[in-house]
């Protein structure tokens, strides 16, 4: 007896015959979409590191900063101070001790130390200007010659918050 043969493909028909999709257990996702997604991930991480916005004004430790005038500047008898703060908050001293809040005081020709220790009471004096009202900017009038400004933040009683929230520029008045 012989086995039966195969039948030979018609004409113009193909030879090979079609795979069938493989099962869902039997699918693996390709190496290289794998690298793909473990790229992207790190590409992605990478980038947010790059367009994180930075401080414009350098401010990113607490403290005080100046706005204006900018350290170096030349300016008139009488000039507009303007005064910043990060850490802590601007309140009245009227408002009495609040945790984390205190008030400008600019102290003028402080010296060679350039601060008020912590703790200590800022002076009421000529040299010794209080913002106790919280104020952000205010007037200074100083005489001609070259002077330097320590911006000095301080709690409700007038106690210095130390070299940490201190900050010296120096002026000239023309």
């Given at each position: 007896?012989r086995?039966?043969r195969?039948?030979?493909?018609?004409?113009?028909?193909?030879?090979?015959t079609?795979?069938?999709a493989?099962?869902p257990?039997?699918?693996?996702p390709?190496?290289?979409?794998?690298?793909?997604a473990?790229?992207?991930?790190?590409v992605?991480?990478a980038?947010?590191?790059?367009?994180?916005?930075?401080?414009?004004?350098?401010?990113?430790?607490?403290?005080?900063?100046w706005?204006?005038?900018?350290?170096?500047a030349v300016v008139?008898?009488k000039?507009?101070?303007?005064?910043?703060?990060?850490?802590?908050?601007?309140a009245p001293?009227?408002?009495g001790?609040q945790?984390g809040?205190?008030h400008?005081?600019?102290?003028?020709?402080i010296?060679?130390?350039?601060?008020?220790?912590?703790?200590?009471?800022?002076?009421?004096?000529?040299?010794?200007l209080?913002?106790?009202?919280?104020?952000?900017?205010?007037v200074?009038?100083?005489?001609?010659?070259?002077?330097?400004?320590?911006l000095?933040?301080?709690?409700a009683?007038?106690?210095?918050?130390g070299?940490?929230?201190a900050?010296?520029?120096?002026?000239?008045?023309?």
């Open positions: 007896l086995a039966p195969a039948a030979a493909p018609r004409r113009g028909a193909s030879a090979v079609r795979a069938s493989p099962s257990s039997e699918s693996k390709p190496v290289l979409d794998r690298r793909r473990v790229l992207g991930v790190g992605a991480a980038m947010s590191f790059c367009v994180t916005p930075g401080n414009a004004e350098a401010k990113a430790a607490n403290g005080v900063y706005i204006s005038p900018k350290d170096g008139e008898k000039f507009t101070v303007k005064m910043g703060v990060i850490g802590l908050e601007l001293a009227s408002e001790m945790e809040t205190g400008h005081h600019v102290v003028v020709d010296g060679k130390k350039g601060y008020v220790e912590k703790g200590e009471a800022i002076a009421f004096d000529a040299t010794h209080h913002y106790g009202k919280a104020q952000k900017e205010a200074v009038e100083l005489t001609p010659g070259t002077h330097t400004l320590t000095q933040f301080a709690n009683k007038h106690e210095s918050f070299k940490k929230f900050k010296t520029i120096t002026v000239t008045v023309a």
